[in-house]
């Protein structure tokens, strides 16, 4: 493989692995635009999406079921949570509220331990068939599904948010929580399918990349990890910028592994936080 090859084989790397850090970026913006609160618990969202599609599929159900099965399952999970352990404290202030995610987020890691073990799994590729090559590089055919997974997400997001009345109605309550209630706008309801909505795009994450790695209980810390960078870079709310942030760390990521060396990648991405954070303490695309 030449360098051109070389060069191009690390893009291919980070456009996929951004990706996976734009979704798990964007459903952790979906819950803050709307409740000011940084879950951090998505990272396990995104294991139970990929953990739950391998054991349907297991059991012989077929792989578009369990596809919508999975994500449900995991909006499901999502919207007990925040009505269960949130709601309670929702008037609390944000350390008591982070704190809960944090346990919430070493509590669903050790449910995931019970229930698949300690051992890895992997899920079979959406599309059978032999890799392709371009300039010399191999290129994954599930990786058209993770882009293309990632694109679709992101217009049906924008979409929502600009052109139906929930979507609107879940950014007044982000802008002016007082006003949206006298508006008749129930907070209560938009938090909830917040959380249910920002489960669903961190399972549907792990769904898509589950073909390409192996999971286990912790898969999630370092992905939930580089989200969250992402989301701060390109500013909290802002899910544009979150998106371009999580692909260019992805890539960032990918070249300094493939050119200088992997000891340095992290390193890098949080040096990259750090200088971001000191020029724009609100995020690269934040308004503010």
């Known amino acids: 493989m030449g360098d051109i090859s070389h060069l191009v084989q690390f893009f291919f790397s980070g456009l996929t692995t951004g990706s996976i850090y734009a979704l798990i970026a ?25 953990l739950i599609m391998v054991t349907l ?14 994500i449900l399952i995991a909006m499901a999970i999502g919207a007990l949570i925040q009505q269960a352990l949130i709601r309670p404290i929702q008037g609390s202030s944000i350390g ?10 070493l509590a669903l890691r050790g449910l995931a331990m019970l229930i698949w073990g300690r051992e890895s799994h992997i899920l079979r590729p959406f599309t059978q068939g032999t890799p392709l090559q371009i300039f010399g590089a191999t290129l994954q055919l599930q990786v058209f599904w993770i882009v293309g997974i990632t694109a679709v997400v992101l217009l049906l997001i924008w979409l929502f948010f600009e052109k139906t009345s929930l979507g609107i109605a879940m950014r007044a309550c982000a802008e002016n929580p007082l006003g949206a209630s006298l508006m ?18 961190g399972a549907l994450a792990g769904i898509a990349v589950a073909p390409l790695m192996f999971m ?11 989200g969250f960078i992402a989301m701060s870079i390109g500013g909290l709310s802002s899910i544009v910028g979150s998106v371009i942030a999580g ?8 070249y300094t592994i493939g050119v200088i060396s992997s000891k340095f990648s992290d390193t890098i991405v949080f040096a990259l ?10 995020g690269l695309f934040s308004k503010s």
């Open 184 to 201: 008749g706008i129930s907070v209560q309801k938009t938090a909830l399918f917040a959380w249910a909505w920002g489960s669903g795009i």
């Open 247 to 254: 692909l260019l760390l992805g890539v960032i990521e990918s």
């Open 57 to 70: 599929t297991s059991k012989g159900i077929p792989m578009p079921l369990a596809f919508v099965l999975s």
């Open 273 to 282: 936080l750090m200088v971001v954070l000191i020029a724009r303490p609100n």
């Open 96 to 105: 008591a509220l982070i704190v809960m995610t944090i346990a919430i987020s």
């Open 26 to 50: 964007v459903s952790l913006v979906i819950v803050y635009k709307v409740s000011q609160l940084i879950c951090f618990s998505q990272g396990e969202f995104f294991i139970f999406g990929a």
């Open 216 to 226: 286990q209980y912790t898969s999630g810390v370092m992905p939930m990890v580089k």
